[in-house]
């Protein structure tokens, strides 16, 4: 209404009908003047709004993502430095590189360090003049002519660690194996060694399992141990549903969900209502009965590393988020395992899995979580599968178990 009068007493000061076109002109100039410096300045405060409630929430701004990315791939660089080949010859060679045991004894007690000196050489004998090299493969090789060590358990400082729970750091190397049995180096493991020990220690137990099929064993070794858990058909496509098992008289709840993409499979799946692992820890209002394991690894192998770096960050700040509102809640890290590589070994060779496992031990290190060495394990046992046999699974399970009980 204002502005009709306003409008009218111009017009009535300039008759003319040129003028009333040219001041019509003008004030609708004015207008779209007035609405688009209205508008641009309620972006801006819409903006500034957005930007403090992410901080709130303790999201961080992509820049600092990108520049935490870049720093651990220069960590890597450092490593693994560049070192192009024109020919395979300049490569290390496993026959001719040496390995040696220092000061070396008759006997060994149980637990002790065994320092080895290892001298890798090229295949024309020349001594490698950088590091960088991956050799988990070519260890047996090299040391196929020792003569066995004989090891004695007459070392007492098994009696002297704590005993195994989360928030432990996990030293190099983390652990050994005995008779299929997998021994700690760092902490003293409980044994579950009957069907009512590993009840017991599920019992009222909430626990969520996020990650690709080397965690789904997990589900096959319950369900075949654990007689009172039953399988739930949950709704779903394909072999990569949800599995759910449930005790309902014991209150036990354990559940697995795949990792979304990248998945790498030939088998049909569905991707309704997926979401990636920061999103469901999100979701989880957590509990001190609640435990959240995860994994992640063996499909990010043929993709840019940075993709991985990403995934790991924001799985990483999501777990912050969960302590926050619930600091009881127990987050558990298996890490990836070796593989067979007897193809596609560019895609998915161990090199890829080992760099992997390196940025997780990278950006985990000050979260207090508890961490399955999957990788550890399955050198020591030599399984080369990607999918370790029971008594492997036995032995995560059995580490598993001693975090949370």
């Known amino acids: 209404m204002l502005k009709q009068i306003v409008i009218h007493r111009i017009l009535l000061l300039f008759p003319n009908a040129i003028a009333h076109k040219c001041m019509l002109m003008l004030m609708f100039i004015l207008v779209l003047g007035v609405i688009y410096f209205t508008s641009k300045g309620h972006t801006k405060f819409s903006f500034s709004l957005r930007n403090r409630i992410a901080k709130k929430q303790g999201e961080t701004s992509p820049t600092e993502t990108e520049l935490r990315i870049k720093e651990i791939l220069g960590r890597l660089d450092q490593l693994i430095p560049p070192r192009p080949f024109t020919h395979e010859d300049t490569t290390t060679s496993a026959t001719h590189s040496t390995a040696t045991i220092l000061n070396p004894r008759d006997t060994y007690c149980r637990g002790d360090q065994l320092d080895i000196l290892l001298e890798a050489r090229d295949h024309l004998g020349r001594r490698k003049e950088y590091g960088g090299d991956f050799l988990s493969k070519i260890g047996v090789e090299m040391m196929k002519n020792f ?64 990650g690709d099929s080397t965690l789904r064993q997990w589900m096959n070794y319950f369900l075949k141990v654990v007689k009172t858990l039953k399988y739930f058909d949950h709704p779903g496509t394909g072999f990569f549903k949800t599995h759910v098992l449930l005790d309902i008289e014991r209150k036990i709840l354990i559940q697995w969900k795949k990792h979304s993409h990248p998945f790498v499979t030939e088998k049909l799946y569905s991707v309704r209502n997926e979401k990636y692992i920061q999103q469901e820890i999100d979701q989880v209002p957590g509990d001190d009965d609640m435990v959240i394991v995860i994994t992640l690894g063996q499909h990010f192998r043929p993709f840019p590393i940075n993709i991985f770096i990403r ?95």
């Open 147 to 210: 003569n066995s060590i004989k090891v004695l358990p007459c070392n007492k400082s098994e009696n002297i660690k704590k005993k195994c729970q989360i928030g432990m750091k996990n030293p190099s190397p983390s652990g050994y194996t005995l008779e299929r049995s997998w021994i700690s180096a760092f902490c003293k493991q409980i044994k579950f060694n009957t069907m009512q020990d590993i009840s017991d220690c599920l019992k009222m137990k909430f626990i969520y399992l996020l």
């Open 311 to 405: 995934r790991a960050i924001n799985i990483q700040k999501a777990i912050k988020r969960l302590f926050l509102r619930s600091p009881g809640t127990k987050v558990i890290l298996k890490t990836e395992n070796t593989r067979e590589i007897h193809e596609n070994t560019e895609m998915f060779s161990d090199f890829h899995g080992y760099i992997q496992n390196l940025i997780m031990k990278d950006i985990f290190v000050d979260l207090n979580v508890g961490i399955i060495d999957a990788w550890d394990m399955t050198i020591a046992y030599s399984t080369n599968n990607i999918h370790p046999p029971d008594y492997v699974i036995e032995n995560q399970i059995g580490m598993f178990l001693n975090y949370i009980c």
